[in-house]
């Protein structure tokens, strides 16, 4: 099936290429290593989005930087060149987020929806450190804001439906602008049942229940000042993780944070912004739900959050500079209880995260130089200072069984750096790229106590004295473009130094009953990752249109073992056709099989696939309101499949038919 859909398809509509190009925003002129994939910003994006109340997600990976690691229908952990979230910076308008689930079934973009968001700001590696560390690259998350101006009062009524998991979406959004004034204010909510697999098979467990308020506000103090506030209410409930021997009865964030913006005609900087922020983020696992489990138990964790930043742009003759300083302060507590079948038996109870406190303070400094028409150089510097501590005494002592002699606090001191030069001439731009990047163990990695992993069926304990990661990374970034049609090309090594992964120690005993053992975070000597990725796109005529992708992945370590989730060959391509207010897209998606796979992680080769989408919208105009209606078929010939960042090899959605109703007034 996915041979011969491939050779159709490919028949069809030669190859021709990205299905993200007509959602990137047009790129600088001496910067193409950063991707900005635009929302629904205005009437015409609304009418190409092919699925406008679909999951962030489903936006994300247009880049093709970003993929996601799937436990379930929701909340997915985004990957950015194939490398998972320790490693990756993500952050909503710069700020810092820590996840309160152990088990990484609350990362940050499951805080925004897509219906508040106006864009990403992706950029990969060194290129991605302005606000913090990172090895594989940063993705920022922009709501949408009126801004200044007699934009008046406007509004929207958002609804949904999709048959695959019988999930209804609705939503609205109130807008209102003035020239000293504005305000956007959005609701969306989704409740979905079980979702079928490829063939009818239902996935139990694969429920959930979602709310979601966003508020932004702004006030112009004059004309060179501006302060604006912001937040974010996000609450789950009720979700099932089918990968996962658990579910999440509640997960909970309060995000909010207060922005001072200052504009000046100095010749010295342009613009000064700085902004304190602050967030709550509840998580609670429970397999309450479960009909057989060997022990019940409750998980709950909790990540509190207290931060600022304040930056410095300017331009002085041939330089382009910002300069920034960014801190924050974050609490992380998670814990587990054990019931056991006897009522006469004691629980257990276990601090799986011991009371962690983190202080970071960094500095970055980023300076674009124009040597003339053709050639230009970025060049950036960081450095920053991280301090973990342990609050709890329990905590503490049940660490220190495994590490007797550990202090309660560490101080790591962090640098990144990158060089990028470009050149441009005529129809084409490169640009050549050299960093180098430190990250500190995350809290699970350091301090983790028996955390549990599905996928290998390993405990983990944490290691409070490993040394930093750190990446030295060359990348090569090409685009050509003439008239209609334009390509990209983009390839990075990652020479990883002190890699921190699971390692089996025989000599503990597991916690959970019927697993595999216990693994000790370790550091192997290095370990190589390389992502390429090509993509163009060719405009037929005014109405047609054509994009293609290819994507592929290689990581090893110094013993020549494959790391985990490592993206095999993946190709998507697509046929648009758009005529006055009609647009309609029929794609293509497909990998081959996942050969360099990781059995110690617990992985298997995952099969080829291949899988059809079909899309269709419409606009009708009633003088100043606006009906958009879209409707569309994804997986239409209802194929079972899995790929490689599927947890546990859980099987995606099967045929999903949906639809879509925005009316703006």
Known sequence: MFKFSFTLFCALIGFNAIAQSQQLDSLASTEILEEVILLSSNQHKNH??????????????????????????????PMIQGMSSERNLITIEGMRIYGACTDKMDPITSYVEISNLSKANIKRGQAGAENGVTIGGSIDLKRKKTGYGESGLKANLQSGFESVNQQKVLGAAVQYGTDKFFTDIDIMYRDAENYDAGGGKEILFSQFTKYNFSFTSGVKLDQNNKLEASLIFDEARDVGYP???????????????????????????????????????????????????????????????????????????????????????????????????????????????????????????????????????????????????????????????????????????????????????????????????????SVSEAYGNYLFNSFDGFDYIGNPNMKNEKSKEISWASQYKKKQFKVNFNTALYHINDYIIGRPDPSLSPMNIGINGVKVYEQVNYALLWSTDLSANYNISKAFSSQAKLIYRLGQDDEKNNLPLIQPLTIEASLRYKYDTFYAELGFQAATEQSAYSPEFGENKTPEYGIVNLALSKIVYFEQQKLILKAGAENLFDTNYSTFSDWNNIARPGRNIYANVIYSF
């Not at 962030?56 to 799937?70: H, M």
């Not at 609050?391 to 640098?415: C, H, V, W």
């Open 48 to 77: 190409t989005e092919n699925k406008s109340l679909a999951s962030l997600e489903s936006y994300l990976q247009e880049s093709n930087a970003v993929n996601f690691i799937k436990r379930g229908a929701y909340a997915w952990e």
């Open 243 to 441: 990968a996962l021997p658990m579910d999440v009865s509640l997960a909970r964030a309060y995000i909010g944070s207060l922005e001072y913006i200052h504009t000046s005609e100095n010749t010295f900087y342009s613009s000064w912004r700085s902004k304190i922020y602050y967030n709550d983020v509840t998580h609670i696992m429970d397999d309450s739900k479960r009909p057989v489990v060997p022990i019940r138990m409750d998980m709950p964790g909790w990540s509190k959050t207290w931060g600022m930043y304040s930056k410095l742009v300017g331009t002085k003759e041939k330089h382009n500079w910002n300069l920034s300083f960014n801190s924050h302060f974050n609490n992380s507590l998670a814990e587990m209880t054990m019931y056991p079948d006897n009522p006469n038996e004691k629980e257990m109870f276990m601090l799986t995260w011991p009371d962690v406190n983190t202080i970071y303070a960094g500095i970055f400094a980023q300076d674009k130089y124009y040597f003339n028409e053709h050639f230009s150089a970025d060049f950036s510097l960081g450095a920053g200072v991280h301090q973990n501590s342990i609050q709890d005494e329990f905590g503490l002592a049940s660490l220190r069984i495994f590490y007797p002699d550990m202090n309660s606090s560490k101080t790591r001191f962090l640098i990144n750096t990158a060089l990028a030069v470009d050149f441009r001439q005529n129809n084409w731009k490169h640009s050549i790229g050299f960093g180098y990047g430190e990250r500190a163990p």
